[in-house]
Nanobody
Framework: QVQLVESGGGLVQPGGSLRLSCAAS????????MGWYRQAPGKQRELVAT???????NYADSVKGRFTISRDNAKNTVYLQMNSLKPEDTAVYYC?????????????????WGQGTQVTVSS
């Protein structure tokens, strides 16, 4: 019903920057909050940043001042600008969308996830 496609991951040196994008498509009526989460090897998935449809943002303490989340509601797309990257930022980054969809005439609200994009910070 809803597909989230992430892009922008890759290998970067410490101190470098990357910009992740996540585009949602499908039978979407509206999207409430969108966010980015990450999971490092051997660790649980953790919140990185979220943004509401009105633009209110929330960040993990570990990324405050370095990462910026934004969204384009017209394109159903959320972005994550990551600056001053550190080796500890290495993880698979997942996009999430709290979405209202219509399926077979029924309107429902559900959570959707992207497939993940690898970010590796290493010299």
């Amino acid at each position: 019903q809803v597909q989230l496609v992430e892009s922008g991951g890759g290998l970067v040196q410490p101190g470098g920057s990357l910009r992740l994008s996540c585009a949602a498509s499908g039978s979407i009526l509206s999207i409430n909050a969108m966010g980015w989460y990450r999971q490092a090897p051997g660790k649980q998935r953790e919140l990185v940043a979220t943004i509401t449809s009105g633009g209110s943002t929330n960040y993990a303490d570990s990324v405050k001042g370095r990462f910026t989340i934004s969204r384009d509601n017209a394109k159903n797309t959320v972005y994550l600008q990551m600056n001053s990257l550190k080796p500890e930022d290495t993880a698979v980054y997942y996009c999430n969308a709290d979405t209202v969809v219509v399926a077979k005439g029924i309107i429902k609200r559900d959570d959707y996830w992207g497939q993940g994009t690898q970010v590796t910070v290493s010299s």
